[in-house]
């Protein structure tokens, strides 16, 4: 009992490097995404789309399948158009510097002063690497990356049964950017 506490808890060194090293390299990236989620109060929701960042904190995240959203990040402040509902929010970037995606991603290069971080395996014997935030929150994050440790899956774990897990594609480090990449289009207005 004791040696599989130790072994949970206990990451060899090299791969704790590891992985603060994947997510440090992250500093400019693209990606596509599937995502799902869930929650025990509602029928599991599907999205799919792309996620280009640039740290420090700037993000796109635009959704081509199921939500129809386009949320961008400028840094400073972050920005969230809803098709359907075509509504614009807007709210200071500061506020947002603790939800998951956003303190990986986008501020990704001090990962220990934020997680704690463990492994275990899953029952197919692959590495998950679980990320337990220091302050009092209620989630956890697992990754799982891929054999070139870009990040492969990202489960956001809630303490109620509800969460979300991206899956990964298509990753490309230091993509070319337009200077327009994180403004968000002025024809995306609120109906008034």
């Known amino acids: 009992m004791i040696w599989v506490w130790l072994y949970l808890w206990q990451l060899d060194p090299a791969v704790r490097m590891q992985v603060l090293d994947s997510i440090?390299?992250?500093?400019?990236?693209?990606v596509e995404f599937e995502q799902e989620t869930y929650s025990d109060y509602f029928d599991p929701t599907q999205a799919a789309g792309s996620l280009i960042v640039q740290r420090p904190g700037k993000m796109r995240m635009e959704y081509t399948m199921g939500?129809?959203?386009l949320a961008i990040s400028d840094?400073?402040?972050?920005?969230?158009?809803?098709?359907?509902?075509?509504?614009?929010?807007e709210m200071d970037q500061a506020d947002l510097q603790e939800?998951?995606?956003?303190?990986?991603?986008?501020?990704?290069?001090?990962?220990?002063?934020?997680?704690?971080?463990?492994r275990f395996q899953d029952e197919q014997g692959e590495d998950i690497f679980r990320l337990r935030p220091r302050n009092a929150?209620?989630?956890t994050v697992e990754?799982?990356?891929?054999k070139t440790w870009q990040p492969r899956v990202m489960h956001v774990l809630g303490e109620?049964?509800?969460?979300?897990?991206?899956?990964?594609s298509t990753f490309r480090?230091?993509?070319?950017?337009?200077a327009d990449t994180f403004i968000m289009p002025a024809d995306l207005k609120s109906l008034e």
């Open 99 to 118: 939800e998951p995606l956003v303190r990986i991603f986008l501020y990704g290069d001090s990962i220990e002063e934020f997680f704690l971080i463990d």
């Open 173 to 178: 480090l230091h993509p070319p950017l337009n």
């Open 75 to 89: 840094g400073d402040v972050f920005k969230e158009y809803d098709y359907d509902a075509e509504t614009l929010n």
């Open 137 to 139: 929150t209620s989630y």
């Open 143 to 146: 990754l799982q990356f891929d």
């Open 24 to 30: 440090a390299s992250l500093s400019s990236f693209q």
């Open 160 to 168: 109620d049964g509800d969460g979300t897990r991206f899956i990964f």
């Open 67 to 69: 939500e129809r959203r």
